[in-house]
């Protein structure tokens, strides 16, 4: 349910602010940054961030919206933890 067919334009994508808050939804920047960029670095084999810390904004943006978000959020903590324990 969360997912768009169209990326943003490329200066959306651009955007330098944490979660692209200023440009994108927060699961606009999940789908077309988050996502694209880990799986970039794990099948480059390269490394990982330090941290990682999606779940709770995700938390916080599912407050608002109509959408049962429960499994996606439970992914993101997933990856968060494997992320920061790493």
């Known amino acids: 349910e969360c997912w ?3 990326a943003p334009s490329p200066q959306a994508l ?3 602010q944490p979660f692209a808050i200023d440009q994108l939804s ?12 880990i799986t970039e670095l794990v ?10 810390s ?4 995700a938390e916080e943006y599912f407050k608002t919206q109509q ?3 429960r499994a996606l959020i439970n ?4 990856i968060d933890r494997l992320i920061t324990d790493s």
């Open 4 to 6: 768009e067919s169209q």
């Open 14 to 16: 651009a955007s330098s």
């Open 26 to 37: 927060f699961t606009q920047w999940l789908q077309f940054i988050f996502l694209p960029k």
């Open 43 to 52: 099948e480059a084999g390269s490394a990982l961030p330090q941290s990682c």
């Open 54 to 57: 999606p779940a709770p904004m």
């Open 67 to 69: 959408i049962d978000a």
């Open 75 to 78: 992914r993101l903590a997933a």
